[in-house]
Structures are given as C-alpha cells and as structure tokens.
C-alpha cells in the first residue's frame, strides 16, 4: 500500500509540473505604423497600415482601427472590412515576411484635421510566440473640396425611397411630387379610420388615425389625382397604400415600402399588383402561386403576409431561417471560440491540465475506494466461511448423539396394504397368536425394550435438554409411537 501512494504521489506531482512546462511562452516585440495622409473633401485617399518585427517571420495580424466617421468614410480595403467608424484588419504570413501591410480607402467627407488610432490587437510570430506592438496612430488632414452629387445624400435618405419631402414642401414618393391636402370627401376615407388632426412640415393638416393604434393615413394630391398614403412617424416617409379584407371587419394595408422586411436569400423580389396598383413582393421559387408582401394590420404593427393568387387569401407569414443563415451564426460562433483560444492559449493549456488532473485525481479516489470495498468483503466472506466451518463441524455430533440407539421400523397405520399382503397374513394367522412361546417371547420383549428405550431417552434429555429441545420433541413423538404400536397387542 505504501508503493502504491508512494507512485500516486508521483504521478500527482508530474501532473502538477505540466501546466509550466505547457504555459512557457516567449513575447516579441514589433511596430504597428500608419501613414499620415493629405487630401481634400470628396477625393478618396488611402492609409497604410505595417506590423512589422525585428526581422522574425511574422503570422498573425488582428488589429481594430478607429475613425470619425463625420469626415471620412471607409469604402474598401486590402485585408480590411469596416463601416461606421471602425475598421478590422486581418492578415497572416507565409513564413518569410518580416511584415504585414493593409491598406484602406476612404472618401474625405469633411474639412478639416482627424485621427485614426488602434484600439484593440493581436499579433504573433510566426512561431506563434506572441508579438508586443509598439503602436502608433495616423493623423490625417482635409483641406476645401465638394462633395459629389451622389454624396451629399445619407444612407436613411436612400432608404426611404418611397418618399422624400423637398425643400418647397413638395413630397416626392415613387418618383411623383406630391403635396398635402386638407381636402377630402369621409367616402374616401379607409374602413376603420377616422379624421384627426397632425402637424406635419410646421403646420397642422388633416389626416385619418386608426380608432385602435397609431397608423396614420396622409392625403397626397399631384395636382390632378389624389390618395392616401401611410405615413411613418419614425423616419417622416410616405407609402402607397391598399386596404385589404383578410376577415369579417378585419383588414390590413398593403404597403409599397420595403423598410423593414427581412426575409431568408431564396425569396426573390418580384412585384404584386392589386387594383392597378404595384407593391414589391418576395416569392420562394420552390412555391408556386404564392408571395409575399409586406402590410400592416388592424393593430398597427408591421409585418409580412403571404398572398395565395389563386384562392386570392392572405395569410400572417413568419419567415423560417435558412441554413445559410444558421450555418453563418455557427460560424461566427466557432470562429469566436477559436478567436478566443489563439488569443488566450496559455489560460486554455493551464485550464486543460487541470480539467486532467482533476479526471486523474478522480480516478485514482475512485479506484482506491473500490479497492478498500472489495478488501473488507473479502474479509466478511472469509469470516463467514470459517463460521460455517465451525457450525458444520458441531452438527454431525449432535445428530449422533440425539439418535436413538435402536432404530426401529416406523410402519405407516394409514396404509392398509402394509397389514393386508400375503407375508403378514402367513406369518400372523390365529394359530401364531395363541401360541404359548409367542406370547411369552413378546412379553419378554416388550418389558426388556421398554426399560432400555427409557433409560436411553432418559440420558439423552438430561444431555440435551437446554439445546435441542426441538429434537427432544421429536424424539419422544417417535417413542411414543413405538409403544402405541407395542399396546396393539
């Protein structure tokens, strides 16, 4: 038992030394660099980014570079991906570069003086030691310049191509110019709604609000027709509209909008028309005659519907997620976890030994405690097999002495066979019993064996009166029978 916990120890010990053989790392050092460029609004310029070493090969390079995006932004990069003020690079080596280099474009949207800076990285040699930087940052400078046309636009306006309010009031929707109107007939106005008063463009004009909910119908003129358009509060667009019956008093609104659809990349744009009226529309090719459109319920939340062309029913429709799009959320989730292990390799090695010390200590307790149980059955086994020994050893004298020392034939009374076969009909017939000598030998017999059997019986209850009582019970059963069947004479 002492070797054994004598090489437990050992064992422990070396499980113990691993983990500082494992986490040994050696750092490097190296320069993270910018260039500082000049340009001027509405030209594009380029920054240069080097991770550079001490003439070591160099592998990896993660690096998150910061900007302002109110004067610069990022259209495209080598090893470079970003939008809204942040950029990530992303580069590794072969084996013989000493150096990483990214570039990355951008288009000056304002005048005047800005910084990029890095605000997070990771870098390694190509031996995967870890790569300290020195960093630095890019200062650049904006002088005077226009911008393009095509720029003085945001992105929101872009969006919300359904409708544009212009300078001189005009709203603009679908290509069309259009102005508020304050003059409508209640025929005109949508099941459901009724009439309420908005400020709109810093005026109050008349419009129709959902009794239940906070959908607001505007009423556009161009000058020659006129209808009502949904208006969204949030972004201050307007939308072509179409009231729909999809139940008993329950109807929706078609929209001419795409804001705020989302749908899986096998559902293809198409076009629905209803009432000579054109609405964008999604449809799955795998599913013939029916689309999908998006609408907005009596509720007024948003959301899409699938059409049925053929029975002409609309349907609440939930989008199912795609495997491409599970498939993208899995890895974005391993390359997280990967992500993380190269960056903390050394808390992930020192985090593996122990998980293992851990299953070798639980094994080895285990092990000795199944071994300390099969020891002490042993033992009990052991134990009692000397009891049984012991026991079996007295039984034998007992039962010589409980026997009596004249056995006798134990005849069944009940069995009427044994007093009717020929034997006893020839030995017993009525001259044998009047027989003089019989009698006398019988009584002989019957006096002699009676006091032997009591004396014998008499010792036996002496002996084993306190121990075998039962025996003794059984005994004098058995005599008492001997001399009843004596007392049939």
């Not at 009031?169 to 102005?179: A, F, Q």
Request: negative net charge; contains cysteine; glycine residues 6%.
């Amino acid at each position: 038992m002492k070797v054994i916990k004598r090489f437990l120890g050992i064992v422990f010990a070396v499980c113990l030394l691993i983990p500082c053989f494992s986490a040994t790392s050696h750092a490097a050092d190296g320069v993270l660099s910018f260039s500082d460029p000049t340009t001027a609004v509405g030209e594009t310029f380029e920054v240069r980014v080097r991770i550079q070493t001490n003439g070591q090969p160099i592998g990896d390079g993660f690096a998150t570079i910061s900007y302002d995006p109110a004067f610069a932004r990022f259209i495209s990069g080598n090893d470079a991906t970003g939008a809204d003020g942040t950029v990530e690079l992303q580069g590794t080596g072969n084996g013989t570069q000493t150096e990483l280099l990214y570039t990355m474009q951008f288009m000056a949207l304002q005048e005047g003086s800005t910084t990029m800076q890095v605000t997070n990285y990771t870098s390694y040699l190509y031996s995967n030691e870890t790569l300290n930087l020195s960093l630095g940052s890019s200062t650049i400078t904006i002088g005077p310049g226009t911008l393009p046309p095509e720029e003085s636009n945001t992105e929101t306006s872009a969006e919300t191509e359904p409708a544009q309010t212009t300078g001189n009031g005009n709203i603009e929707v679908n290509g069309v110019n259009y102005s508020i109107s304050d003059d409508f007939s209640d025929a005109l106005i949508p099941i459901g709604y009724e009439r309420a008063e908005m400020q709109l463009d810093g005026a109050n004009h008349k419009v129709v609000k959902k009794e239940l909910g906070e959908t607001v119908l505007v009423y556009l003129n161009n000058g020659t027709d006129g209808d009502f358009f949904y208006y969204n509060s949030d972004d201050g667009s307007y939308s072509g509209i179409e009231q729909v019956e999809i139940a008993r008093d329950n109807y929706i609104l078609l929209l001419q909008s795409k804001s705020g659809v989302s749908l899986p990349e096998e559902y293809q744009e198409t076009t629905f028309e209803l009432n000579g009226k054109q609405f964008p529309a999604w449809q799955d090719p795998s599913q013939v005659g029916f689309c999908v459109v998006n609408a907005i319920d009596s509720h007024g939340q948003q959301g899409t519907y699938q059409v049925d062309s053929q029975d002409k029913t609309y349907q609440r429709f939930v989008a199912p997620v795609s495997n491409t799009q599970e498939l993208d959320k899995l890895g974005g989730n391993l390359e997280k976890i990967f992500n993380w292990l190269h960056d903390n390799i050394e808390k992930a090695l020192i985090g593996f030994w122990i998980f293992i010390v851990i299953v070798i200590l639980t094994i080895i307790i285990l092990a000795s405690k199944l071994h300390n149980r099969n020891r002490e059955l042993d033992d009990l086994y052991e134990e009692y097999e000397k009891k049984a020994a012991v026991k079996s050893k007295k039984q034998p004298e007992v039962s010589k002495k409980a026997k009596p020392k004249k056995d006798m034939e134990i005849l069944d009374l009940n069995d009427e066979d044994d007093f009717k076969t020929d034997h006893y009909d020839d030995e017993f017939n009525d001259d044998d019993i009047e027989d003089d000598d019989f009698e006398d030998d019988f009584d002989d017999l019957d006096a002699e064996d009676d006091l032997n059997d009591y004396d014998s019986y008499e010792d036996y209850d002496n002996d084993y009166e306190v121990n075998l009582d039962s025996d003794d019970s059984a005994d004098e059963k058995e005599q008492d029978f001997d001399l009843d069947f004596i007392d049939l004479d």
